[in-house]
């Protein structure tokens, strides 16, 4: 059964560090998000990406955050200087044209920043 | 706004007790309703899914029906096993573009033997 792949598993980085954390959705799909759960907490949806551009993103996906997908498998979301408050696990999804589809969850990156 | 409420947790159960989970939503148009259940180091799996009122979504034992009335989606199970012990979200989607969920907190649920 295709599966949402994520890499890598878990991520230690410094603060102010830049990092990329790398997904390869189900091949036919056509739309991806990025959601993250703090420790303990809900989760919280970032950024929606479709037909190579964003779509709609959430109040926590600020300048630091961008999404991108460089070829015609991986996508991508990049922390240009992170916070220590960066630190969660970010999950990648996708799912297939039409509306009020079921997402597939890949199994997140566990994001610690020191 | 889109919103998500879920009873509150822990829920610790004996095996083969009845589970209900509840779950409440206030959103603006007619959302398509979900279960997504994160067992233990894993990430969120779809459990079961509704997407019009009355309707019953069901997998695995779980059951849950699609309240407009009362915008409610709570989660039922009639005997629960030790391996179902997980952590569960009630989510909504009401945006067609973008399709954005919207979670619950999370009830984590812990069934002894």
């Known amino acids: 059964e295709p599966e949402v792949t994520q890499t890598p598993s878990h991520q230690v980085t410094q603060m102010g560090q830049e990092v990329i954390l790398r997904c390869v959705p189900i091949s036919n799909h056509l739309y991806f998000y990025w959601y993250r759960q703090i420790l303990g907490q809900k989760v919280e949806f970032l950024v929606s990406?479709?037909?190579?551009?964003?779509?709609?993103k959430s109040e926590i996906f600020d300048d630091q955050f961008s999404v991108e997908r460089p070829d015609g498998s991986n996508f991508t979301l990049k922390i240009r200087s992170t916070k220590l408050e960066d630190s969660a696990m970010y999950f990648c999804?996708?799912?297939?044209?039409?509306?009020?589809?079921?997402?597939?969850f890949g199994p997140g990156t566990r994001l610690t920043v020191l | 706004g889109n919103s998500v409420t879920q009873m509150e947790g822990p829920v610790t159960l004996s095996e083969e007790a009845f589970l209900t989970i509840n779950c409440t939503y206030t959103a603006t148009g007619y959302p398509s309703l979900f279960w997504y259940v994160q067992y233990p180091g894993e990430g969120l799996q779809l459990l079961l899914k509704a997407t019009k009122a009355d309707d019953k979504g069901s997998n695995k034992g779980f059951e849950a029906t699609y309240r407009k009335e009362t915008t409610s989606f709570h989660l039922e199970k009639g005997s629960v096993q030790v391996s179902d012990s997980a952590v569960y979200f009630c989510?909504?989607?009401?945006?067609?573009?973008?399709?954005?969920?919207?979670f619950g907190p999370g009830t984590r649920l812990s069934v002894l033997p």
């Open positions: 990406f479709y037909n190579n551009e964003i779509s709609e």
């Open positions: 989510a909504l989607s009401v945006s067609f573009y973008g399709q954005n969920f919207v």
């Open positions: 999804a996708s799912n297939v044209a039409g509306a009020y589809n079921e997402q597939f």
